[in-house]
RNA sequence: GACCGGCUAGCUCAGGUGGUAGAGCAUCUGCCUUUUAAGCAGGGGGUCCUGGGUUCGAAUCCCAGGCCGGUCACCA
C-alpha cells in the first residue's frame, strides 16, 4: 500500500475480499450507462407524488455518502456532472442487498432503476440492479467539511477535484476559457502551431531557463522561456496569423503569481503594429469574458473590476511619474540612476539600464493598477526585440496589460530589421557575458531568419493561468493549475 | 533567501502555564423499510511533523531540521 496501514484501510481490504469471495469482481471492465446525474434531474423536473419514471435509467459514478437504515439504504451517487440520491431496499434487491450494505464511501458503482421523488422532495433512483465498478480502498474525506488542507489539496489534487465542487467547477472554466480563445482566433483566420519546447539557445524573453541535456546528441539544451523567436521564423516562411498556446518554462522562485512552468498563449499578426494588437487584445478578453462569464465586471480580491472598453493606455513614462512618484522626463540615464538610488533600489549603478527601468516599474507601479491598463511605450533597453517607436528613437512601441496589479499581456511591433536587431542581441550577449543569467542568447539563425525578410507584424504574449485567476477569483495561481509545483516530500 | 504562522486520529478541529491526549465526522458491532450533516446504544483507532537537548517525567519548554501557508526579496 502507499501508506503504512490503519484499521480503516484494513477494513475496505476486508471488504475487498468478500466481494471477490462473493464471486464478484471488484474491478471489471465496462458499464453500461443509459444517462447522467443531469440528465435525469432535467428529464424528471416535473415528477411528483408517486409517481415513476416510466423507464429505467441506468448510471455510473462514485458513491459518496451511505445512510442506512435496516432493511433500506439511501446514498449520493457522484458522477462527472453532478450527484443523484439512490435508494436501495432488501425487498428489492434480496440477496445482492448484503453484498449493497459492505459498499463503502468512495467506492464506483453502477446502478439501474426507476426514478422517483422521496417525500421530502429529492429525485432518487430505486435500485433495482447494481454492480461494482472500482473497490475503494482509502478513505474519503470528512463528508462535511472536506478536504480543507491547502497542502493536501495540491498535492492530492484528485481528492480535492473529487470531495470540492467548486474546483471542479473552476477548472471546467478555465478549460471553456481556453476553448473559446482558440476560438476566437480561429474565426479570425489565426492556425494554431507548435515549435519546439527543447530550445538550444535561449531567447524570447528575459527569465532564468530550466537547463537539461540531450544524451544522442550529448548537448545541453534549455526548456524554452517563450516561443516568440520560433513563431517569428514561421511569418518569415510566409504564415500571416498563427498562435500557439502552450507552457512555458521559467527557472525562478514561485509566487501567488508565478510558477515555474505556466502557459502562455502566443500570437502573430502580418502587417499590423502593436495599436492594432492592443485593440485585438481587448476584444480577445471581452469576447472571453462575456462567453465564459457572462458579464465586463469581475469582482476580484475585493476589487470591481470592469472590463468595458475602451481600457485605460499610460505610457511607462507617464505611469512612473503619476502612479510610483518618479518624474524620468528629460533625465539621462545618470540622473535616472540618481533618483533609482534615492528610492532605494538595490544596485542602482550596477544594474543594466533596461532592466533598472524595469525595477522601478514593478516596485512603484505595477501593483498600483487594479482596473484594465495598457501600459506603454518601454524605454528601448528595456525590450530587444521590439520595434523602435516610430517618432522616438529612445522607446520601442511596446505595450504591457495590467490587471488587479499582474502582467497579463505584453505585446510589440515586432523588430524585423535585421542590422537593427543583431545590434540589440550583441548587447544581450555583453550582458549575459557580464553574468546576466537572463539576458538572451545571440541567436544566428533567428537573425537568418529576419535577413531573408520578416513582414511587419504585432506580436501579443498572455499569461492564460493569471487570465484564469481574474476570471474565477483565485487568489493564488496554484488554485487556477491542476497540479501545482510543490516541493517533494520527505 | 529573510521574517511570521501552522503541523495533534482517515478528515475537520479542540486542548496542553511539563504528569503520558479529546470532540465531531468516518469506521466497527447491535437496533432501525423514505433518509439526507439520518437516529439510538456500545466499541476500536494516535510517531501530537522529525531529530536532539533540559527534566524524575516532553505532545507541551529549548535548539536544529522538514513540509505548507502568508509577507517581503528575487522573478515580468
Known amino acids: 500500500m502507499t501508506e503504512e496501514i490503519n484499521d480503516l484501510i484494513k477494513g475496505r481490504l476486508q471488504k475487498l475480499d468478500e466481494f471477490k469471495a462473493a464471486g464478484v469482481n471488484p474491478y471489471p471492465y465496462t458499464y453500461n450507462i443509459t444517462t447522467n446525474s443531469k440528465e435525469i434531474k432535467d428529464k424528471y423536473e416535473k415528477l411528483e407524488g408517486h409517481d415513476e419514471s416510466p423507464e429505467e435509467v441506468s448510471i455510473a459514478g462514485r458513491l459518496m455518502t451511505k445512510r442506512g437504515h435496516g432493511k433500506t439504504c439511501f446514498a449520493h451517487l457522484q458522477d462527472g456532472i453532478g450527484k443523484i440520491q439512490i435508494y436501495a431496499k432488501q425487498e428489492a434487491l434480496a440477496d445482492s442487498y448484503e453484498l449493497f450494505q459492505k459498499l463503502d464511501t468512495g467506492d464506483f458503482i453502477g446502478v439501474k432503476g426507476k426514478v422517483f421523488r422521496t417525500k421530502t422532495g429529492e429525485l432518487t433512483i430505486r435500485v433495482v440492479e447494481w454492480q461494482l465498478l472500482a473497490k475503494s480502498v482509502h478513505p474519503l474525506p470528512e463528508k462535511w467539511h472536506g478536504l480543507q488542507d491547502k497542502e493536501l489539496r495540491y498535492r492530492h489534487r484528485y481528492v480535492d477535484l473529487m470531495v470540492n465542487q467548486e474546483v471542479k467547477d473552476l477548472f471546467v472554466k478555465r478549460s471553456k476559457i481556453v476553448s473559446q480563445i482558440r476560438k476566437f482566433l480561429e474565426e479570425r483566420g489565426f492556425m494554431e502551431v507548435e515549435t519546439p519546447l527543447l530550445h538550444v539557445l535561449q531567447g524570447g524573453a528575459a527569465a532564468t531557463p530550466f537547463k537539461t541535456y540531450h544524451d544522442a546528441l550529448s548537448m545541453p539544451l534549455f526548456l524554452r522561456i517563450a516561443p516568440e523567436l520560433y513563431l517569428k521564423r514561421l511569418l518569415v516562411g510566409g504564415f500571416e496569423k498563427v498562435f500557439e498556446l502552450g507552457r512555458v ?8 503569481k508565478h510558477n515555474p512552468e505556466y502557459t502562455m498563449l502566443e500570437v502573430y499578426q502580418a502587417y499590423v503594429d502593436y495599436n492594432h494588437i492592443m485593440e485585438m487584445t481587448e476584444e480577445l478578453v471581452t469576447f472571453v469574458l462575456k ?17 468595458k472598453r475602451p481600457w485605460k493606455r499610460i505610457t511607462l513614462i507617464d505611469a512612473l511619474r503619476e502612479h510610483g512618484g518618479v518624474d524620468l522626463t528629460g533625465k539621462n540615464e545618470g540622473e535616472i540612476r540618481e533618483i533609482a538610488k534615492k528610492k532605494g533600489i538595490e544596485g542602482a549603478n550596477e544594474l543594466g539600464f533596461g532592466k533598472l527601468i524595469n525595477v522601478l516599474y514593478d516596485k512603484f507601479v505595477e501593483a498600483d493598477f487594479i482596473q484594465p491598463t495598457f501600459v506603454i511605450d518601454h524605454p528601448l533597453e528595456t525590450t530587444p526585440l521590439a520595434k523602435k517607436k516610430r517618432d522616438d528613437e529612445n522607446k520601442v512601441e511596446r505595450f504591457e496589460l495590467i490587471v488587479a496589479g499582474m502582467e497579463i499581456a505584453n505585446a510589440f511591433s515586432e523588430l524585423n530589421d ?6 540589440r542581441l550583441e548587447k544581450q550577449s555583453n550582458l549575459k557575458a557580464a553574468g546576466d543569467k537572463e539576458a538572451e542568447s ?49
Open 418 to 423: 535585421p542590422i537593427d536587431q543583431r545590434g
Open 291 to 307: 462567453e465564459t462569464l457572462g458579464t465586463l465586471e469581475v469582482e476580484y480580491k475585493g476589487h470591481k473590476l470592469n472590463f
Open 442 to 490: 545571440m541567436d544566428e539563425d533567428f537573425l537568418l531568419a529576419l535577413e531573408y525578410g520578416m513582414p511587419p507584424a504585432g506580436g501579443l504574449g498572455i499569461g492564460i493561468d493569471r487570465l484564469v485567476m481574474i476570471a474565477t477569483g483565485a487568489e493564488s495561481i496554484r488554485d487556477v493549475l491542476l497540479f501545482p509545483h510543490m516541493r517533494p516530500l520527505g
Open 249 to 256: 518554462f521559467r527557472n525562478e522562485g514561485m509566487s501567488y
